[in-house]
């Protein structure tokens, strides 16, 4: 691909995304319009999909920031939810679609319809939380559509590459597949156990912040290929690198954490853009190579695996939720439940993504007897059918059922005297720690600065009691709210100050950007992210 198509698709994807942002309609799905509507106009340049870019290049980092973001606590708390849908559900997918597509398709053998279920058995979950936040879903529900999607890829991934195995003519069991699968998944979660612990030592041991971040960028991609070298899962070995590092983030430098924060914040923003439009981008492609399928017969395919597609979560959900509370009396106590309309939400939050898509090109074309792939044509339609019509249907709908359902939200109150509680904690913590250190004499400090100190501490303190209190009859604001508006104020009076002077030529460039720096440090330490 030219330099300047892929330029024009990370600029005009992230266009449409930031238009989002001022609509109702969740990212990823006007991403996936637009690329629809664009895919046809004169001039716009063919973007097929290409595996070998999008599973070693493009799915790392995503997974990478996912787990970052995710809480290992919390994976851990609801293991048994997550394993089953991102390894249980996608297996029982697989067989269920494929099996399904093998009676609905004449002449297709089960193979390659096996090859069709594998594809599309992973829901990708970036639009279902990006939903979920945005409407305040609970933290739970989120929590485990997150951890569905940092595994069922592997999941997914090793189930195709056994049926592929068997449809190519490579010959395959149900005791070698399980094999590989198992291979392949203790190997994926062994390679990030070997890695995770010395990328985490060279993390707290580089000083510098630009280094640490160079190595933050490389480790997704590190992880993924020493595992695919050793035939494991690197998605696997991604995630639990991810995790750990993740977990132990709060011993890294904060200059560092501030940096890959932000550098990780863009990263994803691009990729996550940029896949969501190639999805869209890919109907000239895939309906120019749709062959002797054609008209109402494809259409009908069509319908019928997006009905199979969302019916199987279903039949999976419900019993995977209730039978084991039901069966273990210790998994009801240890297990909170959350409603009838908790298993609702997850059945129909299955939208598939580009994964499924990249899978699908990967398909060979040619068997072993140097035949052509049975109906691969028909594999990469109905693949693209259903991940549109999943982003569609279930995507624009899912916060409206949520509205319907009346599912309870996050308890923004209780969250936050949550916050000020460890606040309150943290605080008393650090003045028994000031007074310890003012009574060395080494520590000795002027009266004012030992003040500034503690009122610094106070500020924190009451910050978030504050947001738990009144507000200003006026203005509608706390007195947070107030305080941290004023301080911006007087840092951009500062700011227009320094700038002022540059200008005049009484302080040079080099001088104001360490000036703006520590501004920008003390604003980024006043306000809390929104």
Known sequence: MDVLPLLMLVACSAAVAGFARRTPVPAPLLLVAAGLAVSYLPGVPPYELNPHIVLPLILPPLLYTAGVESSYLDLRANWRPVLLLSVGYVLFATLAVGYAVYLIVPDLPLTAALVLGAVIAPPDAVAATAIARRVGLPSRITTILQGESLVNDATAITAYKVAVAAAVGEGASWAGGTAEFAVAALGGVGVGLVLMVPLHWLRTRLKEALLQNTLSLLIPFVAYAAAEEVHASGVLAVVVVALYLGHRSWQVDFATRLQEAAVWKMVAFILECAVFALIGLQLPVVLGALGEYEGLVAAWYALAVFLVVVVARFVWVYPATYLPR?????????????????????????????????????IPHYLDD????????????LTFTTVIGTLVVQGLSLPALIKILKVPGRDVRAETLAEAQAQSEASRAAQQRLDTLLADEHNTLPDALTDRLRAVLERRRNAVWERLGTVNAVTGESADD????????????????????????????EMLRTLLRRLDLEEAAAYREE
Not at 329 to 353: C, L, N, T, Y
Not at 370 to 381: I, K
Not at 486 to 495: G, T, V
């Open 482 to 509: 107030t305080y941290r508006r004023l301080a911006r104020e007087m840092i951009d009076a500062e700011r227009e100050v320094f700038v002022r002077l540059r200008d005049e030529r009484r302080i040079d460039d």
């Open 370 to 381: 140097g035949s052509d792939f049975p109906a691969r044509n028909l594999v990469l339609y």
């Open 326 to 362: 039901w069966l273990s009396p210790k998994i009801h106590q240890r297990e909170a439940d959350f409603g009838w309309q908790g298993p609702v939400i997850v059945s129909w939050a299955g939208m598939r993504g580009v994964v499924s898509l990249a899978i699908a090109f990967s």
